[in-house]
């Protein structure tokens, strides 16, 4: 395990996008526990995070002005702002992720920022195959099965190009970030199971990269703190995980336990899978429909390739160890469920 991360005293003031999200959040307390005078920018209030000591601006990041002034005066800024999901209209993931993304790069230059931290995701390298033990060599994907991961990838790609010698900047991958105060991941999951509607696709024999959410935040803490002082992270990209890839099936069959979930008994091949997503997909844009389908192509290819990652250029550059492991996070996180 490692040890907690410092900031620099040319840190004074740092401004979180999306501040109110899941990993916004964590990374606003982060920042403020450190002495940080910590401002958020989101399209709404959140008077939690404003009690704890942030300032709150409401705003767009896909609107350059009411951006602006959330950016002037800020020494760092940490983007985590996006539209997330695996369904949805390009236009609206383009606007958020790839347009926000280049306002707020723009808007740092304006203000004379001198770190910008992005949070990314392994998404961006995935092709669809099975991806064991890569590290940040691999490229972009091709073929994107999601507009996510594809204006994630355009995003990634403006924030690195935009490193230099005036403005630092990297970007993190963290992969399936988990824990106290999810509002996604787990809890689908866990309503899924409670409906018995979940399908274990393939043989299940597929390991993946998870992310705890204090290990992401100590993370994107120590990009922050190497940006300002020696700048190894300038330009580059880092895959963020608990250091240990998890059999999937087997750590959800592990959570659904502890919550008192049924467990998961019935398959599905992983090509049944794709070819349902495929309909699927195909169906709802014809209807129009624009909730989520039970099943994509995208979804099928996680829910059956193995998909884990090197930290090890973390581990180096950074100084990155998980300090929370899988399985304290996990109880941490069970604790948190049965008292919502």
Known sequence: MGTTATLPATIK???????????????VRRLLALGVDTRIIARHRYDEIEAAGARGFVGNIANPDELQAAVDGVDLVVHTAA???????????????VLGTENVIAACRQAGVASLVYTSTPSVVFNGEDIRGGDERLPYGRQFLCHY???????????????????KTCALRPHLIWGPGDPHLLPRLLARGREQSLRQVGDGSNLVDISYIDNVAEAHILAAADLAGPGRANGKAYFISQGEPVNLW???????????????????????????????????????????????????????KSHYFSIEKARRDLGYEPLISTEEGLQRTVQWLRNR
């Open 83 to 97: 539209l997330a999901g695996i369904w949805g209209e390009w236009q609206l993931y383009h606007r958020s992720n």
């Open 250 to 304: 087997h750590w959800i069959a592990d959570l659904f336990s502890r919550m008192g979930v049924p467990q998961v008994d019935k398959r599905v091949a992983e090509r049944t899978a794709y070819r349902l997503g495929a309909v699927l997909e195909l169906a709802y844009r014809l209807l129009g429909l624009r909730h989520e389908p039970k099943m994509t192509r995208f979804l099928a290819e996680q829910l059956a």
């Open 13 to 27: 003031t740092a401004l979180v996008t999306g501040g109110g999200g899941f990993v916004g959040q964590a990374v």
């Open 149 to 167: 991961a594809r204006s994630k990838a355009i995003a990634e790609g403006l924030v690195l190009a935009a490193a230099g010698p005036t403005l």
